[in-house]
C-alpha cells in the first residue's frame, strides 16, 4: 500500500512518514471532541466513490504543501449551538491536535458547518 507522507524526516536512525489518513483521523477525533459537534457532514456519493474506496472519510479534506498542512473539515451542529464559536473551537482542537501529535504546521483549519442535528 503507498503511503501518502505529510511528512518525512530523515535521522541516522532511519525515517518517519506521516500518511494523510493518520491526519485525518486526528482531525476527525479531534472535531468530534468538541461540545456541540454532533457529527462530522456525511459525504455526497458520486459514481467514481462508489468504485474507488478512499481511506480519508470525504468530509475531510487535507492538503499538504512543503509540510504544512491546511485542513478542511465539514461537521453537524447540535441544535441550539453557538455556531461562531463551535467553529472556532474545533478550529483550534484540530490545530493544536494535529500539531501536537504530529509536529506538523497547521497553517488552516477551515470549518464547514453543513446540517443542524435536532435531538429527538
Known amino acids: ?3 501518502n507522507s505529510a511528512q518525512r524526516l530523515s535521522s541516522e536512525g532511519g525515517s518517519l512518514k506521516i500518511s494523510d489518513e493518520v491526519i485525518a483521523t486526528i482531525t476527525r477525533l479531534a472535531a468530534l471532541e468538541v461540545n456541540g459537534v454532533s ?3 456525511p459525504a455526497p456519493v458520486s459514481m467514481k466513490d462508489m468504485f474507488v474506496k478512499s481511506p ?3 468530509s475531510i479534506r487535507i492538503n499538504i504543501s512543503q509540510d504544512v ?3 478542511d473539515v465539514s461537521i453537524v451542529v447540535k441544535f441550539g449551538a ?3 464559536e463551535l467553529a472556532q473551537k474545533v478550529q483550534n482542537n484540530v490545530k493544536a491536535s494535529v500539531q501536537n501529535m504530529t509536529g506538523l504546521t497547521v497553517s488552516k483549519v477551515n470549518v464547514y458547518v453543513a446540517g443542524i442535528h435536532f435531538d429527538e
Do not use: C
Open 1 to 3: 500500500m503507498e503511503v
Open 82 to 84: 453557538k455556531v461562531v
Open 56 to 58: 480519508i472519510p470525504k
Open 39 to 41: 457529527d462530522l457532514a
Open 69 to 71: 498542512v491546511e485542513i
